[in-house]
Structures are given as C-alpha cells and as structure tokens.
T-cell receptor, first 115, second 114 residues
C-alpha cells in the first residue's frame, strides 16, 4: 500500500509569492488532515477534510491559506501571498476513521521557507 | 483549552542506557494519549497509544508509556536504547468528544551516542 505522498519536499519562495503544496492520501482514506510545525514548536492542526468537504478548518491561520480537495482524492494547500511567518514544515495525514481507532498515516512533510 | 507539554527539547543519552521522555497534558475533558516518532526524512509514525484499561502500554520496539491520571502525565520510557532510536518523539492527545484531531507537544529530540 502506498503511503501519504507530499510534494514538493522543500520549497523556498520570496515573501509575497504564491506556493501550492500537494498531498496524495492513501487510497480509500476519506479523512485528510493538514498540520504545520513552525520553528521547532508544536505541530498544530490546520484543517480536516472528510472526502471533499471541510469538516473543521479552525486551525487555518488567516485567509491567505486556501485548502481544497476536489473529488475527495488529493488535496492542495495554497499560501497567497506568503509571509515570513509562514515558514515551517507542513504535514499531511490521512485516516479511514477516528484517530483513536485507526491512527493517522503521515506524509514526510513539505519544508517551506519564505525569504 | 487543551495543551501538551514536553519539557525536554533534547535528550542526549549513551547507547544501552535507560531513557525517559516526559509528557504532561492539560484538558478539562477525557483524552486519548499517543506517542509518535519521526525518524530523519520520514513522516511521523505511531509508536503507542493509551485508550483505556491498563495504564501501562508497550510498543513492539521496547518502548513503554504509563498513563498517570492524577499527574496528567504520559511519560515514555525505554530501559536500554539503541543508536537506531535516535529520532524526534512527539506526545499527543485526542479529545474523546473530538476524536479526529490531535493536539501535539513540541517534541523531544532523542540523541543516542555510542
């Protein structure tokens, strides 16, 4: 079974530019999550999709961040325009159900550096 | 609000020595507890979890964690570490009434030296 795939693995962009991160979950996993880790701090929840619907987007920092999951398969997270404080590692995870029962499968993350 | 505290950002230890990675949480509702591990250039992997029952839980690679409700702790221990245990370890909680979201601590980097 293929795991959760994220790309790019690294991205360096200038302040004010746009970046799009992509996540391919495990096939058949209806639940897809985005998390972010900034500057070695805790990993923070951004949002949760169930199929193509946003179930919980309470962690999205502001309206410069836009997440989509068209067709309930892969997801994209766009940052437009990027700011310096957006630098960090963005993790995607997927699961077939609740975390206590199934756990998450995480991708390796995208390291975003805004200069 | 719920939070998870990992007091040690980095723990250096010699190979074959015991280690304890500390985790405390704060929550007004009941939680499930997890430890995840991230090896270099890989995603986070579930190491072990506590849902209910026996307060001592074990992983397949020799780690164990004990849930202490009175101290709201879930410390991770291993009696004898290997070089291959070098990784970053994250403690996390999931609220029982919101079982899709994880709240993570800031991580502890375990450095095992020969």
């Amino acid at each position: 079974e293929a795991g959760v795939t994220q790309f790019p693995s690294h991205s360096v962009i200038e302040k004010g530019q746009t970046v799009t991160l992509r996540c391919d979950p495990i096939s058949g996993h209806d639940n897809l999550y985005w998390y972010r880790r900034v500057m070695g701090k805790e990993i923070k929840f951004l949002l949760h999709f169930v199929k193509e619907s946003k179930q919980d987007e309470s962690g999205m920092p502001n309206n410069r961040f836009l997440a989509e999951r068209t067709g309930g398969t892969y997801s994209t997270l766009k940052v437009q325009p990027a700011e310096l404080e957006d630098s960090g590692v963005y993790f995607c995870a997927s699961s077939p159900g609740a975390v206590f029962e199934y756990g998450y499968t995480f991708g390796s993350g995208t390291r975003l550096t805004v200069v | 609000a719920q939070s998870v505290t990992q007091l040690d950002s980095q723990v250096p230890v010699f190979e074959e020595a015991p280690v304890e990675l500390r985790c405390n949480y704060s929550s007004s509702v009941s939680v499930y507890l997890f430890w995840y591990v991230q090896y270099p250039n890989q995603g986070l992997q579930l190491l072990l979890k506590y849902l209910s029952g026996s307060t001592l839980v074990e992983s397949i690679n020799g780690f164990e964690a004990e849930f202490n409700k009175s101290q709201t702790s879930f410390h991770l221990r291993k009696p004898s570490v290997h070089i291959s245990d070098t990784a970053e370890y994250f403690c996390a909680v999931s609220l029982m009434d919101s079982s899709y979201k994880l709240i993570f601590g800031s991580g502890t980097r375990l450095l095992v030296r020969p």
